[in-house]
Nanobody, 119 residues
């Protein structure tokens, strides 16, 4: 099993910044990627940003240029630096880890952390 512990959410004014952290523990071998998804009220969960094990990052168009994802492989931790936050960034942010199994891939999720951006 894999455990993901998130921190760093909160309330911020538009234009402000937050940094989310997610620490992974447990059976964290053969990791494909770690990332952050978000889900706003009444909307589907969507990818915000993800980073592969070799450091390649992928961003949603809506956050490009404002969000930066990074990893500390030694600490099995992924970070999401969010700058120039907008009210539409308000959502529950979920940490995600995907790893390769013998016959299939596995996805794990954190409990979610609320990010609220006030106008």
């Amino acid at each position: 099993q894999v455990q993901l512990v998130e921190s760093g959410g909160g309330l911020v004014q538009a234009g402000g910044s937050l940094t989310l952290s997610c620490a992974a523990s447990g059976n964290i071998i053969r990791i494909n990627s770690m990332g952050w998804y978000r889900q706003a009220p009444g909307k589907q969960r969507e990818l915000a940003a993800a980073i592969t094990n070799d450091g390649n990052a992928n961003y949603a168009d809506s956050v490009k240029g404002r969000f930066t994802i990074s990893r500390d492989n030694a600490k099995n931790t992924v970070f999401l630096r969010m700058n120039s936050l907008k009210p539409e960034d308000t959502a529950v942010y979920y940490c995600n880890l995907e790893r390769r199994g013998t016959f299939t891939n596995y996805a794990y999720w954190g409990q979610g952390t609320q990010v609220t951006v006030s106008s």
